[in-house]
Nanobody, 114 residues
């Protein structure tokens, strides 16, 4: 059974970088045609796709966040990581990792605040 377990800080000071990790069990990051993603939902707003990575390691980013976003993976640990730099209060949201057409993590509330 596929499961995605998220980890990372809940409070980040403005201008700092937040790093969130998603550990996958029950499936492999490198399974052909699997796409691994980060999505967020600000309070009272809809879902926003941040970026993702294909099973071959190609990364894709939202145009609006590309300059501040980096997604990487560690296939030995079956983990992929989101780094979002220069955090502001507007980055406050619940962050999810997910596989398209598959499972989602439970979400991590990240608050950009001093």
């Amino acid at each position: 059974q596929e499961q995605l377990q998220q980890s990372g800080p809940g409070l980040v000071k403005p201008s700092q970088t937040v790093s969130l990790t998603c550990t996958v069990s029950g499936s492999s990051l490198t399974t052909t045609d699997y796409y691994w993603n980060w999505i967020r939902q600000p309070p009272g707003k809809g879902l926003e796709w941040i970026g993702g990575m294909s099973s071959s390691g190609t990364t894709y980013y939202s145009a609006s966040l590309k300059s501040r976003t980096s997604i990487s993976w560690d296939t030995s640990k079956n983990q992929f990581t989101l780094q979002l730099s220069s955090v502001t209060p507007e980055d406050t949201a619940v962050y999810y990792c997910a596989r398209w057409s598959g499972s989602w993590g439970k979400g991590t509330l990240v608050t950009g605040s001093a």
